[in-house]
Nanobody
């Protein structure tokens, strides 16, 4: 089992910044990827930022230029630096991890508990 613990959410004024962290722990063989998603009431969870297969970062269009995803593989931790925040960035931010269970394969998907980000106007 892999556990994901997010931190760093909160209330911030428009134009401000927040940095989210997500640390994976437990019986880890290999974390293949870690991404950030957001969910707002009444809508599906959407990808905010993640890494492509070649390791480059990709972002939702509305986040490009303002958000930066980074990862510390040694710590199995992913970060999301959010700058120039807007009220429409408000939502619950979830960390997602794809875990390889063994050298022979087998994969598991895991979600964090979510952290609330509220941007006031």
């Amino acid at each position: 089992q892999v556990q994901l613990v997010e931190s760093g959410g909160g209330l911030v004024q428009a134009g401000g910044s927040l940095r989210l962290s997500c640390a994976a722990s437990g019986r880890i063989f290999k974390i293949v990827r870690m991404d950030w998603y957001r969910q707002v009431p009444g809508k599906q969870r959407e990808l905010v930022a993640g890494f492509t297969r070649d390791g480059s970062a990709n972002y939702a269009d509305s986040m490009k230029g303002r958000f930066t995803i980074s990862r510390d593989n040694a710590k199995n931790t992913v970060y999301l630096q959010m700058n120039s925040l807007k009220p429409e960035d408000t939502g619950v931010y979830y960390c997602y991890a794809l875990h390889q269970n063994s050298p022979g394969g087998g994969y598991g998907s895991y979600w964090g508990q979510g952290t609330q980000v509220t941007v006031s106007s």
